[in-house]
């Protein structure tokens, strides 16, 4: 479904009943990418799944750019729109950027943090050199060397329908719009802030994942009191699409926390 968030028109993934899990997805992707997850929690979940402005099926007009802080307000507004008091937050890349930013600004929305294949702080500023590549030079810039950075050596060897559905999915973007996503995440830092995270917090990094590696993981568990960090087998940057089996196992155990409140229906 289209609902309206801060003036800007977003595509929902709304399906099931029960406590509610909000997923976010990565830059220049969209909610589709959390599918083995709707599947393996929408039986005894509320699963929600967003395409961030700029992507998917949502709204792609640039504005005045993005922000991760902005983004998180949308992610935010749409659990206010559907009634939704707290969530399990899921985010992979930069919604789990996004997913960080909900934690240190209003944590009393977050049950637990599950944070896949992501960072706190972006560091030197080659992802606003690449920000720029992309508007000069196309989505072509970027996209030709994606796959072996990305995913695992058994997935670009075995499975030829995840590259070919991300080749699709990635191209697809606006120049712009993408641009202006990757501006944001070069933005990012919340490594300061994130002592202050009280929600059960998981941190998840393929084991193959180059292009957040496993040092950004084990910074950004540290930063979290009682943070776990776990490390997917076979899986690139995409976790919870290259492993699902093992990432749902241990997202499992995340919802177990409970979620008790009165407006999560």
């Not at 191209?171 to 996503?181: D, E």
């Not at 990432?247 to 926390?257: D, Y």
């Amino acid at each position: 479904m289209d609902i309206e968030v801060n003036g800007t028109r977003l595509h929902v993934t709304d399906e099931g009943s029960g406590h509610a899990i909000l997923f976010l997805h990565g830059m220049g992707c969209d909610g589709t990418d959390w599918q083995p997850q709707l599947d393996a929690f929408g039986d005894r979940f509320r699963v929600v799944a967003i395409d961030h402005r700029g992507h998917g099926r949502s709204d792609r007009d640039v504005g005045q750019g993005y922000s991760i802080a902005g983004f998180a307000a949308d992610a935010v507004g749409v659990l206010d729109h559907l009634g939704i008091d707290r969530a399990h937050v899921v985010g992979l890349s930069m919604g789990g950027m996004i997913a960080q930013e909900i934690a240190v600004t209003v944590p009393e929305r977050v049950c637990t943090l599950s944070l896949m294949d992501t960072f706190a702080r972006a560091g030197d500023g080659g992802i606003a050199m690449l920000a720029d590549q992309v508007e000069a030079g196309g989505i072509e810039a970027l996209a030709g060397g994606f796959p072996s950075l990305v995913f695992a050596a058994a997935s670009r060897a075995g499975r030829p329908d995840l590259l070919e559905r991300f080749d699709t999915q990635f191209r697809a973007n606006t120049p712009a719009c993408l641009a202006w996503a990757m501006r944001a995440i070069g933005g990012l830092d919340t490594y300061d802030r994130l002592g202050s995270v009280t929600a059960p917090t998981m941190v998840f990094c393929g084991a193959e994942d180059n292009l957040t590696p496993l040092a950004q993981a084990e910074e950004l568990a540290g930063a979290i009191k009682g943070a776990r960090l776990e490390i997917v087998p076979d899986a690139g940057h995409f976790s919870n699409l290259e492993n699902p089996a093992f990432v749902n196992q241990l997202l499992a155990k995340q919802f177990e926390h409970p979620c008790n409140h009165g407006g999560n229906r």
